[in-house]
């Protein structure tokens, strides 16, 4: 019966969240691998969720991209009130994603759904080393930098290690480093070994993995069974406050292990 499912996803809530030691867990009916109607609920459980932990006054919410991030966006509803005011800002410079899922076009759309603002951190990709630290004196991406550092909030996602190398062209060189370390998990430009050690950053301009730490409100969104065992990886040593989003089919392959 409904009830007797709702029971059982509470449970299951509670034995993750127990699990990894988190804050909170909530999981969605379903698969997001194959059921987009998840990503939808993603939209509305993250507007929920930050709806409760955004305090009054000025809150700067720091997102990253990827494909979860930009539909979760898309789905997003109001949270803007005459006390609470909310500035997205992308959280890290560009990690080598699609234009449309970029952390810019992800903090744009999340400001429009909710109500908010935000501001964009222009950085392109492959610059050499001099043109990138004379890039970095700008006044106007030295603003969004301080705007990032201000942050309260993380809203994050998960994915697979060698999927997302891939994804972002990285050498062969890399690819085989990856392997060698037995690289699971990645998320924001960081790539974790099955315990949840970090074996590889991209070195990136923005917030850094010991600063996530230090943010109050932590968010983290992926489903799928595909993405079980990297969700499991980086959750082992996740900041103690994340709250994680997730479904059905990648909650229930964590606990398989368990
Ligand atoms: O690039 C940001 C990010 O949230 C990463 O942290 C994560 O690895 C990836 O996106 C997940 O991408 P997708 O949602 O497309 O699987």
Known sequence: TMMNQLLGMHQVEKEISQYFGIKRCIVVAGNSDNQDKVLYEFGDILTDSLDLLLPEGRNIIAVMGGTTMAMTAEY??????????????????GIGEAMTVQANSVSAVMASKTG??????????????????????????????????????????????????????????????????????ESFGYFFDEEGEVVYKIPRIGLQLKDVQKIPNVVAIAGGKSKAKAIRAYMKNAPKQTWLITDEAAANEILKGV
Do not use: W
Not at 80 to 93: C, D, I, Q, T, Y
């Open 76 to 93: 997003m509803g109001s949270l803007e009130s005459e006390k609470r005011h909310n500035l997205f800002v992308p959280a890290r410079g």
């Open 116 to 185: 908010g603002h935000h501001r964009a951190l222009y950085v392109p990709e492959q610059l050499s080393l001099e043109t990138y630290n004379s890039l970095l004196q700008e006044p106007s991406i030295q603003e969004v930098l301080t705007l990032i550092e201000q942050s309260n909030c993380v809203v994050h996602s998960i994915g697979r290690a060698l999927h997302m190398a891939a994804r972002r062209k990285m050498s062969d060189d890399e690819m085989v480093m990856l392997k060698q370390n037995n690289a699971v998990a």
